[in-house]
């Protein structure tokens, strides 16, 4: 069985330019959840979706960063006009319906330069 | 407000000594806690689970966590501790309407194994 998966793994941006990051939940699994990780620092939740829905955006900043989980297709966390504040390990994780655990993804590592 | 502190931010044990992380949460209702391993640059891997029942759960890679209400504390376990096991081990809540809205994690602490 395949795990989450997110793409790239590695990402390098200047600063102004767009981060799109890219998960795929488990198969089956209808909730997805973004975090960030920033250097020495444990995760902080920022967004709950199931398809084509946010459930809990509470974590999110109010500018530049959006979410959304499609009908078809992967969840994409899109970071508008990057800053270097924004480096950081993104971490998506996936659960099925009514479960109770949620299965993480080994994250994408985004560099802004 | 709901929050995971972990007062250990490193440790370091001897391959085949005893290992206990220390874990205490602030949540006013019945929590769901979970302890979580991450491996340099890798994904969180979950070690174990507290919904109800038993207090005393049991994990893979031979952890075990108790579950303490009196004291607010969920702490990690290992009776002997193997090389394999340095990583960072993060301890967290479940603190949404069911257990799987929102996971507030604790900051986290490095465990180093010396040979």
């Known amino acids: 069985n395949a795990g989450v998966m997110q793409n790239p793994r590695h990402l390098v941006r200047r600063r102004g330019q767009e981060a799109r990051l890219r998960c795929s939940p488990v198969?089956?699994?209808?909730?997805v959840y973004w975090y960030r990780q920033l250097p020495e620092e444990g995760l902080k939740f920022m967004v709950y979706?199931?398809?084509?829905?946010?459930?809990?955006e509470s974590g999110m900043p109010k500018e530049r960063f959006s979410a959304e989980f499609p009908k078809e297709g992967p969840s994409i966390l899109r970071i508008q006009q990057v800053v270097r504040g924004d480096s950081a390990a993104y971490f998506c994780?996936?659960?099925?319906?009514?479960?109770?655990?949620?299965?993480f993804g080994p994250g994408t590592r985004l560099l802004v330069l | 407000a709901q929050s995971v502190t972990q007062p250990d931010i490193h440790i370091t044990v001897s391959e085949g000594a005893s290992l206990e992380l220390r874990c205490n949460y602030s949540?006013?209702?019945?929590?769901?806690l979970f302890w979580y391993v991450q491996s340099p640059g890798q994904g969180l891997q979950l070690l174990l689970k507290?919904?109800?029942?038993?207090?005393l759960v049991q994990g893979i890679k031979g952890f075990e966590a108790e579950f303490k209400r009196s004291q607010s504390s969920f702490n990690l376990r290992k009776p002997s501790v193997h090389w394999s096991d340095a990583a960072e081990y993060f301890c967290?809540?479940?603190?949404?309407?069911?257990?799987?809205?929102?996971?507030?994690f604790g900051p986290g602490t490095s465990l180093s194994v010396i040979p």
């Open positions: 994780a996936s659960s099925p319906l009514g479960g109770e655990t949620q299965y």
């Open positions: 198969k089956g699994h209808s909730h």
């Open positions: 979706l199931q398809k084509e829905n946010i459930i809990d």
């Open positions: 949540y006013g209702a019945t929590p769901y």
């Open positions: 507290y919904f109800s029942g038993d207090t």
């Open positions: 967290a809540v479940g603190v949404g309407k069911t257990s799987y809205d929102k996971v507030i």
